[in-house]
């Protein structure tokens, strides 16, 4: 047993850095260790090897690395399937779409319209990770299992996890986790979101049995990215720098930036057109405003001169667009002669995101849209994608309540719901209580049917038993 696997073994805290070295002639991978008096967790961080997709590549090539239906057998996936049927499908929502997307249940003043956007939910991506998850614990069940991050975003999905005896990875409060309580011969998830080049090596090394749920929209940002590195380009991210996929895409990356938004890209490119021409665009200014958000030894001055943009697959795909043809824009004004060979961008919104994007903006735009008395979103509060749902009607200054499970709506008519700034609040009377009503209804791309359904049918129940009060007190 290698260093390494006794200290993990025993129980040991340590902080890890993965290194790779020379022997032979042939690149290898070797881990350096120092202990963390501090907190019961590691840091891992790798050390650049000669090529990072040929490093990826090397790992999952292992025969320890499951990433596919193929690597289990058909009786376990069966037995996923029928553990699934209760979590997965919703009959309500299936008969909305059949009847044009819409339902009304209940009658009188307790009626209460349901609007289905005509894309939502739970996309083949996300219910690829579920399902491969799951079929570990089928393939493994005399084995610990552990996953290093959520699934996905979405409590429910979470939770039947932890009910099927997989732990999740606790982290530390310097940013850490506890990889210690990993030891070799368990097996390891990787998340929908994926996992970083560090974590990655950091399990090979270990000898774990890894199963790779990493959504391959995901994986095609990736490998945008070893396109992008092989053109020696900075990678321009959007997307949110404590994401668990921007921060994976970005271990790929040679040189990076992450930006939140289009306010966030035009103080990029107006640096790149002015750098130091004021305070605000000072390179100290610069450094502040992105210190958690751009690769070690990042120098404005030198990395931005050949950039290539990628996303968080999640994020609002016109925003992604836009920021897009900004960088393009600035790089053929600063660089007019030359611009076509600093500049690179490619498609990496995921068909899910872009889809349920537009079905609720075709929902917004309709001319019918007064019709509703408010719409609902049902997915995680940490989710991505979801938010961007939200975001969309807000926009329009239409009403909308963001929920993460049927329990945020109140016996009491009183609704927990996230705001788009992050804020957790409750409505009261959110409910009308003398009236049918209407309600849009769409869900995120890592919300399972059978969830939305819960919370619709937690709708119906409390529309029925206040309107029913209202009547008794007439």
């Known amino acids: 047993m290698h260093l390494l696997s006794l200290l993990i073994v025993c129980g040991v805290a340590v902080s890890l850095q993965i290194s790779s070295y020379q022997k032979n002639g042939v690149r290898r991978v070797g881990v350096s260790l120092r202990m963390n008096e501090k907190e019961s967790g590691m840091k891992l961080e790798a050390r650049p090897v000669q090529s990072k997709k040929q490093e990826r590549r090397r790992i999952v090539g292992n025969k320890d690395f499951l990433r596919s239906e193929s690597d289990f057998s058909a009786e376990e996936k069966a037995r996923v399937e029928e553990k699934l ?21 209940g009658e009188g003043n307790a009626a209460v319209t349901f609007r289905l956007a005509k894309e939502w939910g739970l996309c083949w991506g996300a219910e690829r990770s579920i399902e491969l998850a799951l079929a570990a614990v089928e393939k493994f069940p005399d084995r610990r299992k552990h996953i290093t991050n959520e699934l996905l975003h979405n409590p429910g999905v979470n939770q039947m996890l932890k009910d099927n005896d997989i732990s999740f990875i606790e982290k530390t409060n310097d940013g850490g986790k506890k990889f210690e309580t990993v030891q070799p011969g368990d097996v390891v998830i990787l998340p929908a979101f994926g996992a970083t080049l560090a974590e990655m090596q950091y399990f090979d090394e270990l000898g774990v049995t890894t199963v790779d749920t990493t959504c391959p929209w995901v994986s095609k940002v990736w490998n945008v990215v070893d396109r992008q590195v092989s053109k020696d380009m900075t990678t321009i991210i959007h997307g949110k720098y404590s994401h668990e996929e921007a921060i994976a895409t970005a271990s790929f990356c040679k040189d990076y930036l992450i930006v939140k938004d289009i306010h966030e890209a035009e103080y990029v490119c107006n640096y790149i057109l002015n750098p130091g021409s004021t305070e605000e665009l000072s390179k100290d200014n610069f450094m502040k405003k992105f210190a958690q958000a751009m690769s070690p030894g990042f120098d404005p001055d030198i990395h931005l001169k050949k ?6 697959t999640t994020m609002y795909k016109r ?6 043809k900004l960088f393009e824009a600035t ?4 660089y007019p002669e030359d611009a076509s060979d600093r500049f690179a961008a490619f498609d990496t ?5 872009q889809e349920r994007q537009d079905a609720i903006t075709d929902m917004v735009e309709d001319p019918d849209v007064s019709q509703l008395d408010f719409i609902l979103v049902v997915g995680g509060f940490d989710s991505s994608n979801t938010a961007h749902l939200v975001e969309i009607p807000h926009n329009k200054g239409l009403t909308v309540y963001h929920i993460n499970e049927a329990d945020c709506i109140s016996e009491t008519n009183t609704l927990t719901h996230r705001l788009l700034d992050g804020s957790i609040v409750t409505t009261e009377n959110w409910l009308p209580t003398d009236r049918p009503i209407t309600i849009g209804v769409t869900s995120g791309a890592s919300t399972p049917d059978a969830y939305v359904e819960e919370a619709l049918e937690r709708v119906v129940l409390l529309k029925a038993a206040i309107s029913e009060d209202n009547k008794i007190a007439a």
């Open 85 to 105: 049927l209760s979590h997965m499908k919703s009959s309500l929502l299936e008969n909305m779409k059949a009847n044009m997307y819409e339902t009304t249940k």
């Open 307 to 312: 950039i290539g943009i990628a996303n968080q």
């Open 319 to 324: 925003e992604t667009a836009a920021i897009g």
């Open 331 to 334: 790089m053929i004004k600063k």
């Open 349 to 353: 919104i995921c068909d899910a995101t």
